[in-house]
């Protein structure tokens, strides 16, 4: 675990990769001028020198120098249109602002890496457990770009998009996570979003995948449907649901859902078809790993009725606003 300084400097370690190893040398100037990048992302694909002065405040020599330093350590890119924050850019800005405001004050090694997500234990002053889950969708679009030392008009558009569709799930996970926070449900407490990070506690468990043995596995799958019960009545479904997306504690079998970015609403044209999905994943690989012999249509019928008939209220009763 290494601390994290919220007021200059931080050194932080592992694959939050270029982030880690560059952090510790980034000054005042370097941060004014991420934020920038950081809340300009909506309006600008690039920023000229001119504009990032201005945003800044800062005179143009200095955001001269200090932009080439931030080239140098990969957090920015130009081209001959102007500047663009990189992804590494976004992640030492998120853990700043993560450690600014007192969500974090440490973090460690990398607890879940996924095809969408990096998600790092990390730690607060107190001691207390957290999950930092970094989205990275359109990582391979990165990669490829990010391997070229200049790139096209092309990659750039890339970039910027994927940062902005991160920023956007992040917001989403985050919206969902509240939302049923208070409902009954097994999920990880949502804390805080910076740019393309959420913020949670971290929980003591396995992904349900790879667990061989369970001692009650109906008991096991029943509090699932009966979590995806609660969520449908809830308007949510989770609609990426499966034994990747499920953990398990170790000793007391209890169980968690996780990773709810795509989740949409009941009333969504395909609502019908994703709730039979994601109740018959689970229900699949339970027959098929622990053979409870679940038949699938009538936990299907469990789901949607426990949730006609679950007690369970909402802080958040209003219906959910979701993309569908
Ligand atoms: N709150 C958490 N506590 C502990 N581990 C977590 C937490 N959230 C995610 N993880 C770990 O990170 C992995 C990836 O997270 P997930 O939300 O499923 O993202 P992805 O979209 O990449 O699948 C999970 O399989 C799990 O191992
Ligand atoms: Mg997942």
Partial sequence: MIHIDKNNTYSILSSVQVAAKVVKNLQP??????????????????????????????????????????QEMNLI????????????????????ILAEKNIISGIGKPIG????????EAITDRLKERAIKFFRIGRISFREATKKRSFALKEHDKIHHWLLVNISAAKKELDMLQRLKNTGISLPLPLYRAMHCIAMNRINGVRLASVKDLEQP?????????SIG????????????SEYNVLVGQTSGDTWIID???????????????????????????NRRFAVGKNLDDALRDVLNSS?????????????????
């Fill in 308 to 324: 006609s008939s679950c007690a369970t209220t909402t802080k958040n009763s209003a219906a959910p606003k979701l993309s569908t």
């Fill in 230 to 241: 609660i969520a449908y009545k809830n308007q949510i479904i989770h609609s990426d649901l």
């Fill in 113 to 120: 890496v996924g095809k969408e997500s990096d998600v790092y």
């Fill in 29 to 70: 100037e370097d941060y004014k001028l991420l934020r920038v990048f950081a809340f300009g992302l909506e309006h600008h694909e690039t920023l000229t020198r001119h504009q990032l002065a201005g945003y800044s405040k800062l005179h143009e020599d200095i955001v001269d120098y200090r932009l080439k330093g931030l």
């Fill in 77 to 96: 890119n130009k081209s001959n249109r102007g500047f663009t924050i990189l992804n590494a850019g976004l992640d030492t800005f998120a853990l700043k």
């Fill in 260 to 286: 709810w970015p795509q989740a949409v609403a009941t009333d969504h044209p395909n609502a019908r078809y994703l709730i039979k999905r994601d109740v018959f994943n689970i229900v699949r690989f339970f």
């Fill in 218 to 226: 109906s008991t096991v799958l029943q509090n699932i449907l009966f």
